[in-house]
């Protein structure tokens, strides 16, 4: 059993930061990638960021590249999101997710792909 579960979502005003953390439970966490991706209502979920079990490579969508980074600490089985210069569209749950192909080199942006899912947490921007 997998566990994923997001913290630091919150309320900002545009131009302002967060930084989502995403803490894995119950599996070899440095084996695997992560994803991160997110909803707004009425839209279909859509890739953010993503990084391979070594951190060695990570890709981003074109939204977010420039703003947002992605990183992980396999010792706290951790994946991290600084969000920066955030704005009103990056409005969304944000979700992390566990990819457990093991030691892939490339990273996954179809969320299919992806194997299990953290509830989500809350990002809000203010124009």
């Known amino acids: 059993q997998v566990q994923l579960v997001e913290s630091g979502g919150g309320s900002v005003q545009a131009g302002g930061s967060l930084r989502l953390s995403c803490v894995v439970f119950g599996r070899t966490f440095s084996d695997y990638a992560m994803g991160w991706f997110r909803q707004a209502p009425g839209k279909a979920r859509e890739f953010v960021a993503a990084?391979?079990?070594?951190?060695?490579?990570?890709d981003y969508a074109d939204s977010v590249k420039g703003r947002f980074t992605v990183s992980r600490d396999n010792a706290k089985k951790t994946v991290l999101l600084q969000m920066n210069s955030l704005q009103p569209e990056d409005t969304a749950v944000y979700f992390c997710?566990?990819?457990?192909?093991?030691?892939?080199?490339?990273?996954?942006?179809?969320?299919?792909?992806?194997?299990?899912w953290g509830q989500g947490t809350q990002v809000t921007v203010s124009s």
């Open positions: 997710a566990a990819d457990l192909a093991p030691w892939a080199s490339a990273v996954k942006i179809d969320p299919s792909k992806y194997d299990y």
């Open positions: 990084i391979n079990w070594s951190g060695g490579t990570s």
